[in-house]
C-alpha cells in the first residue's frame, strides 16, 4: 500500500516536472470591470480574452502556456495604480491592455515604468498619456487633441452652430476634452457661452436653466455617459432639444437607456469603431457573441486590437530571443518598434512616444434610442 | 438682459431649489429623528436611502407592463420602500446600535459608517447579479410631462404658476404633494398620538419615561421604523425626479441632507425641513452664480459655477457651526448640575 502511494507521488511529481517544462506567460487587463463604468470595461477584458483564445496555440508551440489576468480599477486612479504595482509583482506578466480611463493610466503607467512593463491602451485620449514620453505607455486611439477639434468641426461644419455651451466632468479625461474643445470652437470664431465642470450626478436644473437662458446651438460635454444620460434626459424633459455632442465617453449603449425618451439628437466622436463601420469585424462580433452572450461594442474591438498588438509584440520579442520566453524590457522595446496588422481598425505602427501614427475617429448619431454612423475623421498625431 | 427674461429665470432656480430641497427635507427627518430620540447620528441613513429608491425601481420595472393606473403604481412603489426601508432601519438599530448603547459616543458613530458600507456593496451585489449597475426608473407616461402645459387644463394656481413663468413637470408637482403629505402625517403622529407622547418622553429622559412605564427599546424601534420609511419615500421620489439611482447614490444627498438637519437644528422636526429647503435654494442659486456675474460684469462672482453648488452646502454649515451650533430653529441645551 505505501508501495503504491509512493509510486503515485513519483508519477505526480514527473508530470508536474513536465508541465512545468512549458512557461508560463501572462499578459493583463486593466480596465474597470465594477462600477458604473464596467459596461465599457468588460468590453476590454472580453476583447483581449478573444485575441488570447486565437493566438493560445501559437504560444504553446513555442513551449509557452499564454494566460490572460484581469484586473479591476473601478475608473478609480489610486485602485489602479495599486493593481498596476500588483501587475509590477507579477513576473509571468510581461504586458497590460489598459486602461479605460486616462486619469487611470497616467499613474499606472507611472507605476509599472519602472518595472519596464508595456501598456497598449485600447481607450486612452488625454494628451498627456502619451506627451510624458514614458518608453511603456502605448496607445492605438487618436489623441485629445485631434478628438477635441474634431468635435468642434462637427459642431461649426455639420451642426452650424453658433453658440455653444460646454460642460465638463471635472476629471483628466473631460476637463481635457472640453478644453480642446473650447480651443478649437475660439480659433473658428464660434461664440462659447459657457464652459463650466460639474461632479453632478443627478441633479442638473442649475445648469438647464442657465442653458434655457443662453439659448445655444449646441452643447458639448466632455463626461463619461452615466453622468451624460442624465443629464440629457432632464435636458429634454426640460423641452430643450438642443443637439449635444461629446467624446468617446458616451459610447456605450447604456447611454441611450439612461436617457431614456431624450436619447436623440446626441453626437459624440468615438474612437472605437462602431462594429459596422470596421470591414474586419463580423467574424469578430459573431465570435464575441458567442462566447460571451453580449454584443460586441467599440472598446471591444479595441481591446481586442489592443491585445493582438501586445501578442504579436512577445511574439516578436520571442523570435529575437530565440524562440524563448523573453523579458518585459525585450517585449517593451518589440512592442514601440513593431508594425502590427491583421487588426480590426487596421495596421498600427507607433511614433516615438506612443502614439499610432496614422488613426481614424468616428462621430455617432443617437437618435430615437438608435445609434448610427454619422462620418468618420482620418487623423495623424502632430510628431511622426 | 432685460428683467422680462430674467425674472422667469431666477423663480425657476428658486422653485426647482425649492423641489430639491424636499427630497433634502424628507431625508433630513430621517436624521433628526434618530438624533433626537438617541443623540446619534445614523450615517447608515443615506443606505437606506438609496434601499427605498431601488425598491421603487424595482415595483416600477415589475409594475412596467401592467395597465395598472400611474399614481398607483407610485402608490405600491412608496408603499413598499416604506415597509423595506423601515424595516430595515429597524434591524440595523437592533444589530449594530443597541448593543452599543452604553458605550462611548464614538462607537456607534463608527459602527454607523460600517453599516453604511456593508449596505452599499450588498445593494450593489444583488443589482449586479442581475447585470444592472444604473437603476433606470421606468416612469409612468405622463409624469415626465409638463404639468400646465395647455392653458385650458390649468386653473387657478397652475395658472398663476404659469403666468410667472414657473415651469414645472408632473413629477415635481407629485413629489411636493408626497413631501408635504407626509410632512403632515408624522407632525400628527408625532404631537397627536399616544405612540408620539411616548417617542417624545423617551427622547426628553429616557430613565424617567422608563419608571412612568415607557418601553424604551420599544419607542426607540419606533423611531427608526419611522425614520427609515421617511428613508424609503424619500428614495423613491429621489428616483422618480432624477430617473437613475445605483448603489452609490446616498453619499451626496445623504451629506447633504445631514447637513440640512444641522443647518435647521438636529432634534428639530420644522428645523429639518426648513434646513432641507434653504439647502436646496441655495445651491440652485450657487450654481447659477456664474451667470450673474456675467449679466452684471462681476469677474469675481462669474468664476462660481456648476462646481461649486456642493462646496456651498458645506460653507452654510461650518458658518452655522460657527456662529449658531443649535441651528436655526434647535434649542440650546443646558447642562444640568
Given at each position: 500500500m505505501k508501495k503504491t502511494a509512493l509510486s503515485l507521488s513519483v508519477l505526480a511529481a514527473l508530470a508536474l516536472g513536465s508541465a512545468s517544462a512549458q512557461t508560463t506567460v501572462k499578459i493583463a487587463t486593466l480596465s474597470p470591470l465594477s462600477g458604473g463604468q464596467s459596461d465599457l470595461g468588460l468590453q476590454i477584458r472580453n476583447g483581449a480574452q478573444l485575441a488570447v483564445n486565437e493566438y493560445k496555440a501559437q504560444f504553446q508551440r513555442l513551449g509557452m502556456n499564454l494566460q490572460l489576468v484581469a484586473y479591476d480599477d473601478q475608473a478609480d486612479p489610486a485602485t489602479g495604480t495599486a493593481q498596476a504595482r500588483k501587475i509590477a509583482s507579477d513576473r509571468a506578466i510581461l504586458a497590460v491592455v489598459g486602461t479605460l480611463n486616462s486619469g487611470v493610466a497616467i499613474p499606472s503607467s507611472q507605476a509599472l515604468a519602472s518595472s519596464r512593463v508595456a501598456m497598449v491602451s485600447p481607450a486612452n485620449t488625454a494628451n498627456q498619456v502619451t506627451d510624458r514620453g514614458l518608453s511603456n505607455m502605448n496607445r492605438i486611439v487618436a489623441r485629445d487633441d485631434a478628438q477635441g477639434p474634431a468635435g468642434a468641426n462637427f459642431i461649426t461644419g455639420n451642426l452650424k452652430a453658433k453658440k455653444v455651451y460646454i460642460l465638463n466632468d471635472k476629471t483628466a479625461y473631460g476637463e481635457g476634452l472640453a478644453k480642446e474643445v473650447e480651443k478649437a470652437l475660439k480659433a473658428k470664431g464660434t461664440q462659447v457661452v459657457g464652459n463650466e465642470g460639474t461632479e453632478e450626478k443627478s441633479d442638473f436644473s442649475s445648469i438647464v436653466a442657465k442653458i434655457r437662458l443662453q439659448k445655444p446651438d449646441a452643447i458639448y460635454f466632455g463626461g463619461i455617459y452615466n453622468q451624460v444620460g442624465v443629464f440629457i434626459k432632464q435636458l429634454r424633459e426640460n423641452g430643450i432639444t438642443t443637439p449635444v455632442v461629446g467624446g468617446d465617453g458616451l459610447d456605450s449603449s447604456e447611454l441611450a437607456t439612461i436617457a431614456g425618451k431624450g436619447a436623440s439628437n446626441i453626437y459624440f466622436t468615438t474612437v472605437a469603431a462602431p462594429i459596422e463601420a470596421l470591414p474586419a469585424a463580423k467574424t469578430f462580433a459573431a465570435n464575441f457573441q458567442k462566447t460571451f452572450n453580449d454584443g460586441a461594442q467599440g472598446f471591444g474591438a479595441f481591446g481586442y486590437d489592443a491585445a493582438k498588438v501586445v501578442l504579436q509584440g512577445i511574439l516578436k520579442a520571442a523570435q529575437a530571443n530565440g524562440n524563448k520566453a523573453p523579458s518585459r524590457q525585450q517585449v517593451e522595446a518589440a512592442i514601440r518598434k513593431g508594425s502590427f496588422t491583421g487588426l480590426l481598425s487596421g495596421n498600427v505602427s507607433f511614433n516615438s512616444v506612443g502614439d499610432r501614427k496614422a488613426a481614424t475617429l468616428y462621430v455617432m448619431n443617437v437618435e430615437g434610442g438608435k445609434y448610427k454612423l454619422a462620418t468618420s475623421v482620418p487623423v495623424r498625431p502632430v510628431r511622426q | 438682459m432685460d428683467l422680462a427674461t430674467l425674472l422667469p429665470f431666477v423663480v425657476n432656480v428658486i422653485v426647482g431649489g425649492l423641489v430639491l430641497g424636499f427630497v433634502y427635507a424628507i431625508i433630513a427627518l430621517g436624521y433628526t429623528m434618530v438624533y433626537g430620540v438617541?443623540?446619534?447620528?445614523?450615517?447608515?441613513h443615506s443606505e437606506v436611502f438609496v434601499t427605498g429608491a431601488v425598491v421603487g425601481f424595482e415595483v416600477f420595472r415589475v409594475l412596467t407592463?401592467?395597465?395598472?393606473n400611474g399614481y398607483l403604481k407610485l402608490g405600491v412603489a412608496l408603499l413598499a420602500a416604506m415597509v423595506v426601508s423601515g424595516l430595515l432601519n429597524v434591524l440595523i438599530e437592533r444589530l449594530a446600535y443597541r448593543p452599543l448603547r452604553n458605550a462611548p459616543k464614538l462607537v456607534p458613530l463608527i459602527t454607523a459608517i460600517g453599516v453604511s458600507l456593508i449596505l452599499q456593496d450588498t445593494l450593489r451585489v444583488i443589482e449586479g447579479f442581475q447585470g444592472r449597475f444604473d437603476l433606470t426608473y421606468t416612469l409612468p407616461d405622463g409624469f415626465s410631462n409638463k404639468f400646465c402645459a395647455a392653458e385650458s387644463s390649468c386653473a387657478g394656481l397652475g395658472n398663476a404658476l404659469r403666468t410667472v413663468g414657473v415651469d414645472l413637470q408632473l413629477k415635481d408637482v407629485i413629489l411636493i404633494a408626497v413631501s408635504l403629505l407626509s410632512l403632515a402625517v408624522l407632525n400628527y403622529l408625532v404631537s397627536r398620538t399616544r405612540l408620539g407622547k411616548a417617542i417624545r418622553a423617551v427622547a426628553q429622559d429616557r430613565v424617567t419615561s422608563g419608571l412612568m412605564g415607557i418601553d424604551a427599546n420599544r419607542m426607540i424601534s419606533a423611531t427608526f421604523l419611522i425614520g427609515g420609511a421617511l428613508g424609503g419615500i424619500s428614495g423613491v421620489l429621489f428616483g422618480v425626479k432624477f430617473g437613475t439611482v445605483n448603489a452609490y447614490s446616498g453619499f451626496d444627498p445623504g451629506i447633504i441632507a445631514f447637513t440640512a438637519a444641522v443647518l435647521g437644528g438636529i432634534g428639530s422636526i420644522p428645523g429639518a425641513v426648513l434646513g432641507g429647503l434653504l439647502l436646496g435654494v441655495i445651491q440652485n442659486l450657487i450654481g447659477v452664480s456664474n451667470i450673474f456675474g456675467s449679466l452684471l460684469g462681476i469677474a469675481n462672482l462669474e468664476?462660481?459655477?456648476?462646481?461649486y453648488q456642493r462646496i456651498g452646502a458645506f460653507l452654510v454649515l461650518v458658518l452655522i457651526l460657527i456662529?449658531?451650533?443649535?441651528?436655526?430653529?434647535g434649542k440650546s441645551n443646558v447642562e444640568k448640575v
Open positions: - | 438617541l443623540q446619534l447620528i445614523n450615517f447608515a407592463p401592467s395597465p395598472m468664476a462660481i459655477d456648476a462646481s456662529f449658531k451650533p443649535t441651528g436655526l430653529l
